[in-house]
């Protein structure tokens, strides 16, 4: 059996024409309803790891081919720890830019930044 204040909801949003009472027509709705959680996290999410993968294999091999080209590393754990700690760092700029910006999902971003 349909709910009954569900027919009036729909009868009162066909009635309003004004685009103030449509806003908040929906609103009301969005409070109502509660804020739908929408699938771009996942995306975020992916594009962050994508970055600091991206940012650790970039300076991984800036340690290799540019800075030490000419000095033989022997200790592989050395050129390892310069490509975290760039990422680490690199990372840690794209988030704060991301925060200023708003760029990110709320949610998102507190994930990242534990």
Same mark, same amino acid.
């Given at each position: ?11 009162v949003k ?21 804020? &739908? /959680?929408?699938?771009?996290w996942r995306?975020? #999410?992916? =594009?962050?790891?994508? *970055? ?6 970039? +300076? ?14 022997? &200790? /592989?754990?050395?050129q390892l720890?310069?490509? #975290?700690? =760039?990422?680490?760092? *690199? ?6 830019? +991301? ?16």
């Amino acid at each position: 059996m349909p709910d009954q204040t569900s027919n009036i909801d729909v009868a009162v949003k066909a009635e309003t024409t004004t685009w103030s009472s449509q806003i908040a027509l929906a609103v009301a709705e969005t409070v109502q309803n509660g804020t &739908q /959680r929408d699938s771009w996290w996942r995306s975020e #999410a992916c =594009f962050l790891v994508a *970055s600091h993968v991206l940012l650790f294999a970039s +300076a991984n091999w800036f340690f290799a081919k540019l800075l030490y080209r000419d000095y033989e590393v022997k &200790q /592989r754990y050395i050129q390892l720890l310069f490509a #975290a700690t =760039f990422a680490a760092s *690199s990372s840690m700029f794209e988030l704060m830019l +991301a925060t200023v910006a708003g760029f990110l999902d709320p949610d998102v971003r507190a994930v990242a930044w534990k």
